[in-house]
């Protein structure tokens, strides 16, 4: 039944076979729309929209955002990047041409098809935050040569680029700044903490904690934020953000590291590890502009989501191969 849609429109999702990406393209297929879904395959994998590749809406493509794309579209995603430290580290002069030449070529692209276009941005443009909860006014304190600076300042790059692209040439932009996310078909060995701990858990081996984890993050499932970035996307006109999305409730790691022994029964014990390099101590969305704006909020609470991701997991660790 797809009562709520009116006209079918061509949308291009980058990063479409990654975590959120792969969601995202699966609320879009569902709604009827002609999907285009492309991506490296840097951190995503095919498996994670091989569900969708029969569908006479659905389209995969192999392509780097860092070069251009000539394509029609009406609406485009702009979620291609690593996420993960592990990931966004790994090669950090490649993810900030990701960020940046990622957002020209595909700004440059909305310009000429007159698309709508969203873009994934993040908490982390507000790098170690003086300020709690944090506020979309909020400018940040970021660290400009850290070893977090590739992602962080080529994420706040792109803001600046599609600011000007929306005043310099009058695009339709919609910004969405993600908070910690968290769902299947996270990658297993990204070394974000929901992840890692429940794969820990599940395997019986130790819980990491960096630093004595008191830190805190808020963690929101994956199907909230979806809906989140539609109803930014479907926004009237003059919506462009910055906008947070995320769950506004806090957890520290000990927290997490209990609620994730206890839903999987697991015996594993937890070792205390030195805390990474500019580790936020803390990370809190205010989300009132998103629920005063779209009308949005979180509903799924952090154990139900979890006791959702621990199955996937379950599944996933069963699988002969990680494919
Ligand atoms: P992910 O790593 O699972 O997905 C990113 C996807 O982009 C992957 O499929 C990867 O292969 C692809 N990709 C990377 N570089 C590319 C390139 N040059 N060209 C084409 N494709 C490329 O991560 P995710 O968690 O799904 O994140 C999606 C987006 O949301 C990212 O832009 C990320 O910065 C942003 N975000 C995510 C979170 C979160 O908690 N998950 C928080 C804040 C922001
Ligand atoms: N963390 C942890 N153990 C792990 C992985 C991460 O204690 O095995 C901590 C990390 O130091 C940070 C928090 O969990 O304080 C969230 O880390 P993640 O990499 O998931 O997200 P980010 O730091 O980007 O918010």
Same mark, same amino acid.
């Given at each position: 039944?797809?009562?709520? #849609?009116?006209?079918?429109?061509?949308?291009?999702?980058?990063? $479409?076979?990654?975590? #959120?990406?792969?969601? *995202?393209?699966?609320?879009?297929?569902?709604?009827?729309?002609?999907?285009?879904?492309?991506?490296?395959?840097?951190?995503?994998?095919?498996?994670?929209?091989?569900? *969708?590749?029969?569908?006479?809406?659905?389209?995969?493509?192999?392509?780097?955002?860092?070069?251009?794309?000539?394509?029609?579209?009406?609406?485009?995603?702009? #979620?291609?990047?690593?996420? @993960?430290?592990?990931?966004?580290?790994?090669?950090?002069?490649?993810?900030?041409?990701?960020?940046?030449? $990622?957002?020209?070529?595909?700004? $440059?692209?909305?310009?000429?098809?007159?698309?709508?276009?969203?873009?994934?941005?993040?908490?982390?443009?507000?790098?170690?935050?003086?300020?709690?909860?944090?506020?979309?006014?909020?400018? %940040?304190?970021?660290?400009?040569? %850290?070893?977090?600076?590739?992602?962080?300042?080529?994420?706040?790059?792109?803001?600046?680029?599609?600011?000007?692209?929306?005043?310099?040439?009058?695009?339709?932009?919609?910004?969405?700044?993600?908070?910690?996310?968290?769902?299947?078909?996270?990658?297993?060995? !990204?070394?974000?903490?929901? @992840?890692?701990?429940?794969?820990?858990?599940?395997?019986?081996?130790?819980?990491?904690?960096?630093?004595?984890?008191?830190?805190?993050?808020?963690?929101?499932?994956?199907?909230?934020?979806?809906?989140?970035?539609?109803?930014?996307?479907?926004?009237? !006109? !003059?919506?462009?953000?910055?906008?947070?999305?995320?769950?506004?409730?806090?957890?520290?790691?000990?927290?997490?590291?209990?609620?994730?022994?206890?839903?999987?029964?697991?015996?594993?014990?937890?070792?205390?590890?030195?805390?990474?390099? !500019?580790?936020?101590?803390?990370?809190?969305?205010?989300? @009132?502009?998103?629920?005063?704006? #779209? %009308?949005?909020?979180?509903?799924?609470?952090?154990?139900? $989501?979890?006791?959702?991701?621990?199955?996937?997991?379950?599944?996933?660790?069963?699988?002969?191969?990680?494919?």
């Amino acid at each position: 039944m797809q009562a709520s #849609l009116t006209v079918p429109r061509r949308i291009l999702v980058t990063g $479409g076979a990654g975590f #959120l990406g792969s969601h *995202l393209c699966d609320r879009l297929v569902e709604a009827g729309h002609e999907v285009l879904c492309l991506d490296n395959y840097f951190t995503g994998r095919r498996k994670n929209v091989a569900h *969708l590749l029969d569908k006479p809406n659905f389209e995969l493509m192999r392509h780097d955002v860092t070069f251009p794309l000539y394509v029609e579209v009406d609406e485009i995603y702009n #979620l291609a990047c690593p996420a @993960s430290p592990i990931h966004y580290q790994y090669d950090p002069v490649q993810t900030t041409k990701t960020s940046v030449h $990622g957002a020209i070529n595909m700004l $440059g692209l909305a310009k000429r098809t007159k698309a709508k276009i969203f873009q994934a941005s993040t908490s982390e443009v507000y790098g170690d935050p003086s300020i709690h909860p944090q506020p979309e006014e909020y400018w %940040g304190n970021v660290n400009p040569i %850290g070893p977090r600076s590739c992602y962080d300042e080529g994420k706040r790059c792109a803001e600046t680029l599609f600011f000007d692209y929306h005043r310099q040439h009058g695009l339709r932009i919609k910004v969405a700044r993600i908070f910690n996310t968290y769902g299947p078909r996270m990658h297993p060995q !990204d070394g974000r903490v929901v @992840s890692n701990f429940i794969v820990q858990a599940l395997k019986g081996e130790p819980i990491t904690i960096f630093g004595d984890g008191t830190q805190t993050r808020s963690f929101c499932y994956v199907d909230d934020l979806i809906r989140s970035f539609i109803a930014l996307m479907a926004s009237p !006109d !003059d919506v462009t953000g910055p906008i947070n999305v995320g769950n506004p409730v806090e957890f520290s790691m000990l927290d997490l590291a209990q609620a994730v022994l206890d839903l999987t029964g697991s015996r594993s014990r937890i070792d205390f590890h030195p805390l990474p390099q !500019d580790d936020p101590k803390q990370r809190r969305p205010d989300i @009132s502009r998103a629920k005063a704006i #779209l %009308g949005w909020q979180p509903e799924v609470q952090l154990r139900e $989501g979890l006791a959702r991701t621990i199955a996937y997991f379950e599944a996933r660790l069963a699988e002969p191969a990680d494919v």
